[in-house]
């Protein structure tokens, strides 16, 4: 494929559905392109598992290819800070997602709350007060 050669990517699905149909350009032998995932939360179908899908790239000359599937996930990073802007170590909380599943955890020494690779949904942030 030659330098700046138009691709097309197709996205599809867990259920095999195009949801999305973006166009590329081989830059250095690759095929690329951006897509941003948007997800929108529908509290009567709440997400239960991290959404996966296949990407299709097609370009004039060459055989289609697909990709394995591809799991979009999110990540959580939030800051539990003091008046002074300090961050208070060491509390308890838990993250409710819509469907029920729960994370609990331990603010860290700086006040930090960290997860990866979770479900991509909104969650409810409770803190346990702390115990004298």
């Known amino acids: 494929m030659e330098e700046g050669a ?3 990517f197709s996205i599809y699905d867990s259920a095999k559905l195009k949801v999305d149909e973006l166009s590329g350009e081989n830059k250095g032998g690759k095929a690329e392109a951006e897509c941003v995932y948007h997800y ?3 509290p009567e179908n709440p997400l239960t598992e991290k959404p ?3 990407f299709k790239a097609k370009a004039l000359r060459a055989e289609e290819v697909e990709s394995g599937t591809v799991e979009i996930e999110a990540n959580i990073t939030l800051s539990l800070l003091d ?4 961050g ?3 509390i308890k909380y838990t993250l409710y997602s819509p ?3 729960t994370i609990e955890g331990t603010t860290d020494d700086t006040g930090k709350i960290m ?3 979770v479900i991509p949904c909104p969650y409810t942030l409770v803190f346990r007060k702390k115990e004298s």
């Open 6 to 8: 138009g691709v097309i």
């Open 40 to 42: 929108e939360h529908d």
């Open 52 to 54: 996966q899908f296949t």
């Open 83 to 86: 008046e002074q802007g300090k």
């Open 88 to 90: 208070i170590p060491q």
């Open 99 to 101: 469907d029920g599943t």
């Open 115 to 117: 997860h990866n690779n």
